[in-house]
């Protein structure tokens, strides 16, 4: 039988279009799915140990009780005997020191190492924010093409592996809906940080909130609602002190990682997509470009999206992909090559 010949796509001018090479899976994208799986897996975990945490007392702080509790143990700062008279007002100190401000100290400069080693990991493999960011993303993506209300553009109808990315404005029925749920679970979590968890739940489901319970989770839905549809990228971007911190602490040290790009090779980053679109572009939750310098990366959460769309991309290329996490003299590098890049 005598193959059907592919329809002639060349335009009117004459310039041929783009090559699509649909690619086949091989052991190292399927390493890269891993990855993305292992990612959603640790973020699904740590949003349940961010929901349970209060229900558990593994970590909370009770205004009914005046105190803390952590990994079920009421967590005090010794000041009821000194208020009582039974020690004096060094040992005091000692207990405010060594009770309060010896944890936090020590608890922020391990995370505090860990965004200098390897950047904002916590972001992009943890935070109970992101991953309702991310979510939001892929519904608003597929309900009008772009993942947020902001976007100046549609990104390409095309997702990294040349298959089509589907799109349909029936999805606006469950953005809505979505950022509304997760801003009043969101709600709900905080105030149990504050309250006796089983009070609060008790009153939710007998509908018995008392006034200021019901104003706290009204408002908070409202505002995170709100920040969930329009200005998410916004907040992790700006807003987010956490987020912030780790970025300062990843900028000092060049030898951190970072996602290394190939610029002697930028010329395959053109037909990666049709009309010279690059996949990593699109799949940035951060709406950043993953080929840019290191401090225009700044709030690159590690998640790694941008290196599986350009390994799933240039599949069809025998160099393999452009993109890589470097770090040490690697990460310079990759520094270095942008800015002789820039000054020729």
Not at 30 to 44: C, G, H, M, P, S
Not at 89 to 117: D, Q, S
Not at 140 to 147: D, N, V, Y
Request: hydrophobic letters at 45%; charged letters at 20%; aromatic letters at 12%.
């Amino acid at each position: 039988m005598q193959a059907t010949p592919a329809p002639d796509t060349t335009p009117a001018d004459g310039t041929p279009r783009p090559r699509r090479v649909i690619p086949i899976a091989t052991a190292t994208s399927a390493e890269r799915n891993r990855t993305q799986k292992k990612r959603l897996a640790f973020q699904a975990g740590f949003f349940a140990l961010f929901v349970l945490a209060p229900v558990f007392d593994l970590l909370r702080f009770d205004l009914t009780a005046g105190h803390a509790w952590l990994l079920g143990m009421e967590w005090r700062l010794g000041l009821d005997d000194f208020l009582a008279g039974q020690i004096g007002a060094l040992e005091a100190g000692a207990n405010v020191l060594l009770r309060l401000f010896v944890p936090i100290f020590a608890g922020a400069a391990a995370f505090l190492w860990v965004a200098w080693k390897w950047g904002r990991l916590y972001c992009g493999w943890l935070c109970p924010h992101f991953s309702v960011v991310e979510t939001i993303n892929k519904l608003m993506l597929r309900a009008s093409g772009k993942p947020s209300v902001w976007e100046k553009k549609l990104l390409p109808p095309w997702q990294a592996d040349g298959t089509p990315r589907p799109r349909d404005a029936r999805w606006w029925l469950a953005v809505v809906p979505a950022a509304v749920f997760f801003a009043f679970l969101w709600a709900v979590v905080l105030l149990t940080y504050l309250l006796p968890p089983a009070e609060v739940y008790g009153n939710l489901f007998r509908a018995e909130l008392t006034r200021n319970q019901a104003l706290f989770i009204g408002v908070a839905t409202l505002v995170l609602s709100m920040e969930f549809l329009f200005a998410r990228h916004l907040f992790c971007r700006y807003a987010c002190a956490v987020g912030l911190f780790q970025s300062l602490a990843w900028m000092s040290n060049r030898d951190g990682m970072v996602v290394g790009f190939e610029r002697k090779r930028a010329a395959d980053c053109a037909t990666c997509l049709p009309d010279r679109e690059s996949a990593c572009d699109a799949v940035c939750p951060m709406r950043l470009t993953p080929r840019n310098i290191k401090r225009l990366m700044f709030t690159c959460t590690q998640c790694g999206q941008c290196l599986e769309a350009c390994e799933q991309s240039q599949q069809g290329n025998p160099q393999g992909p452009l993109l890589q996490w470097v770090s040490h003299e690697a990460a310079r590098q990759n520094e270095a090559g942008f800015r002789s890049g820039r000054d020729r």
